[in-house]
């Protein structure tokens, strides 16, 4: 069982930045991929971005792209969500999940091990 726990929301205005955090608490960590997933109010649950075990794949969805950034220290079992340029729709609950095997990382159900959520709210 892998325990994650996110951190790093909160209040920003439009055009600022955030570093979301996901901690884990297994030692193996460097052997899971990471995801980031968010969702707003009355949606769906929406990927954002994945990095695989080793760091060296990267997977964005559209709406990051060239705004955030996923990155891994695994001597911290932890991985990095560097937002910026923050936008309005962007406000969101931000989740991490890990899972040993991945084939597609947009998936949210190729996740095993879910975080609670960290609130992001970007005021315009």
């Known amino acids: 069982q892998v325990h994650v726990v996110e951190s790093g929301g909160g209040l920003v205005q439009a055009g600022g930045s955030l570093r979301l955090s996901c901690a884990a608490s297994e030692r193996a960590f460097s052997s899971y991929a990471v995801g980031w997933f968010r969702q707003a109010p009355g949606k769906e649950r929406d990927f954002v971005a994945a990095?695989?075990?080793?760091?060296?794949?990267?997977y964005y969805a559209d709406s990051g792209k060239g705004r955030f950034t996923i990155t891994r220290d695994n001597s911290r079992n932890t991985v990095y969500l560097q937002m910026n340029n923050l936008e309005p729709e962007d406000t969101a609950v931000y989740y991490c999940?890990?899972?040993?095997?991945?084939?597609?990382?947009?998936?949210?159900?190729?996740?095993?091990?879910w975080g609670q959520g960290t609130q992001v709210t970007v005021s315009s």
């Open positions: 990095i695989s075990g080793s760091g060296r794949s990267t």
């Open positions: 999940a890990a899972t040993l095997r991945i084939r597609d990382p947009n998936d949210q159900y190729e996740y095993d091990y």
